[in-house]
């Protein structure tokens, strides 16, 4: 059965040319409906790009870069850091258009990044290019939540002239890669809506992102080891300011 302010629907290259959809579809997330594209990302790619992630964050240094031009593609920890506008346990794994990287991500995410720029009103192509478009770019984003607790404070993120929307995927589905936690986003009626309940890996979600949501203690009641790279993960299609644009605000942390 369909969760309530739930709306899926599948073929995301069409979605993007379909007037009358985006304009719903916008309205809708506006209100803070959530929607479900599937299966846009093939299952096993993501699988062989989880697998090397795992080889990169369990065989380099995690070094931490604000968001620049030209900064690297990188990967860090963040174990609970209070500098974080967002507090969290996770390791993140970041892509920028600028570099080139062995999956070529950019591409592969074009369609995801069209539809998020058109439900916000956007030229489909906005912040795409390899330098920034006023004060922002897009950045990929990949986020491992180890089970043993790995998790994500409720919070809500800015709503601008970049955004209306941050799309994720899974790469690990519940119920097999971890049991208990994930996503989740609170509807208007107060309804804490588990996204991961909802969603395969390759289905991306959209919703307003000053909509309340985070990410539930993953298996909280079993051994914490971040080298096993068990849990949950997840991929961020976004777009941020670079750290030396005010013009946008910060996340906000609600505990």
């Known amino acids: 059965m369909r969760a309530r302010n739930v709306h899926e629907a ?27 594209v599937r299966a846009v990302l093939d299952k096993s790619l993501l699988s062989n790009i989880r697998s090397y992630l795992t080889t990169v964050g369990g065989s380099s ?9 030209g900064a690297p593609n990188s990967h860090r920890l ?9 507090r969290g346990c996770f390791h993140q794994f970041v892509f920028y258009p600028w570099n080139e990287d062995a999956f070529g991500l950019f ?3 074009r369609a995801v990044y069209q539809l998020k720029n058109s439900l916000g009103g956007l030229d489909p192509d906005r912040f795409l290019a390899p330098t920034p478009d ?8 990949f986020q491992y939540y180890p089970s043993g607790g790995g998790a994500l404070n409720k919070h809500t993120d800015p709503v601008d002239y970049h955004q ?16 208990q936690g994930g996503a989740y986003a609170i509807l208007q009626n107060g309804e804490q809506l588990m996204l991961d309940d909802l969603i395969d890996p390759g289905d991306v979600v959209f919703f307003n992102a ?6 539930a203690p993953v298996d909280p009641d079993v051994p914490m080891n971040w080298l096993d790279f068990r849990g949950r993960w997840m ?12 013009g946008i605000g910060n996340s906000t942390d609600l505990g």
Do not use: Q
């Open 78 to 86: 963040n174990k609970w850091d209070p500098r974080s506008y967002v």
């Open 107 to 109: 591409a592969l995410s």
């Open 235 to 246: 991929m961020l299609f976004s777009v941020n300011r670079l750290a030396d644009n005010a």
């Open 134 to 141: 006023d004060g922002c770019i897009a950045r990929i984003a």
């Open 210 to 215: 000053s909509v309340e949501h985070g990410v």
């Open 10 to 36: 599948e073929n995301i290259d069409n979605l993007i040319r379909n007037d009358a959809w985006l304009t719903e579809a916008r309205a809708g997330i506006a209100e803070g409906d959530v929607y479900i």
């Open 164 to 179: 209306l929307t941050v799309p994720t995927t899974l790469l690990s589905a519940k119920g097999e890669s971890f049991a």
């Open 61 to 69: 240094l995690p070094n931490y870069h604000p968001i620049a031009v």
